[in-house]
């Protein structure tokens, strides 16, 4: 396993347009983080999931964002109309749940860079 | 709600220079504390956690003690290289369920570290 992959590292897209990016865990790991990090910020909390389900969304999360984890592998983040103020690096890092609900380390993929036009 | 917050940057330091990025937080129940590394064109890295109080975090030369009383985790390594130059998180997250949670994390702002030879 080469860790947790992201798809695609770039995208460019007009305001308005529906963009969808793709994250690839760690393949034991079964909980996934989605996260955003602007310019010169750290990166901030989006939602998460535990296998399939979505535990936890932030209030960041509009209604134009949606993200699936659809069988509890890969998820996918998907921005409808997007804005300007969405250009950011989307992170996406996984980890493993124990039993005693505490997490391993939290690994995280290279990102995907979004810049809305 | 949880927050934490960075010494501001950037830090520019001459090689075997001694480092100290300060770090203080603000949580509800008992945070663990992490510092995080972000290399040029690579993801987020853990460096070093502290999961109680007076704990301390060490890894590659770096150390950080966890400090309840003064709510601060600051980082330091007594002589830096070209190589350690980065984007340094500190960050937080807490576990509801009494747990470590290395998941859910709530970042700094990030201090940028450049070393000259």
């Known amino acids: 396993d080469t860790g947790v992959s992201q798809d695609p590292r770039h995208k460019i897209t007009k305001r308005g347009q529906n963009v969808t990016f793709r994250c690839d865990p760690i393949?034991?790991?079964?909980?996934l983080y989605w996260y955003r990090q602007t310019l010169g910020q750290g990166p901030e909390f989006l939602t998460y999931?535990?296998?399939?389900?979505?535990?936890?969304k932030s209030r960041l999360l509009s209604d134009r964002f949606s993200a699936e984890r659809p069988k509890g592998s890969f998820s996918t983040l998907e921005i409808q109309r997007t804005e300007q103020g969405d250009s950011a690096m989307y992170l996406c890092?996984?980890?493993?749940?124990?039993?005693?609900?505490?997490?391993?380390?939290?690994?995280f993929g290279q990102g995907t860079r979004l810049t809305v036009v | 709600g949880n927050s934490v917050t960075q010494m501001e940057g950037p830090v520019t330091l001459s090689e075997e220079a001694f480092l100290t990025i300060n770090c203080t937080y603000t949580?509800?129940?008992?945070?663990?504390l992490f510092w995080y590394v972000q290399y040029p064109g690579e993801g987020l890295q853990l460096l070093l956690k502290?999961?109680?109080?007076?704990d301390k975090g060490s890894n590659k030369g770096f150390e950080a003690t966890y400090r309840k009383e003064t709510t601060s985790f600051h980082l330091e390594k007594g002589s830096v290289q070209v190589s350690d130059s980065a984007v340094y998180f500190c960050?937080?997250?807490?576990?509801?369920?009494?747990?470590?949670?290395?998941?859910?994390?709530?970042f700094g702002q990030g201090t940028i570290l450049t070393v000259h030879p």
């Open positions: 890092a996984s980890s493993f749940s124990l039993r005693d609900r505490s997490n391993t380390e939290a690994f």
């Open positions: 393949s034991e790991h079964n909980r």
């Open positions: 999931f535990q296998n399939e389900a979505q535990l936890e």
């Open positions: 949580a509800t129940g008992y945070p663990s």
């Open positions: 502290a999961t109680k109080a007076d």
């Open positions: 960050a937080l997250s807490t576990s509801r369920a009494g747990g470590t949670s290395y998941g859910k994390l709530t």
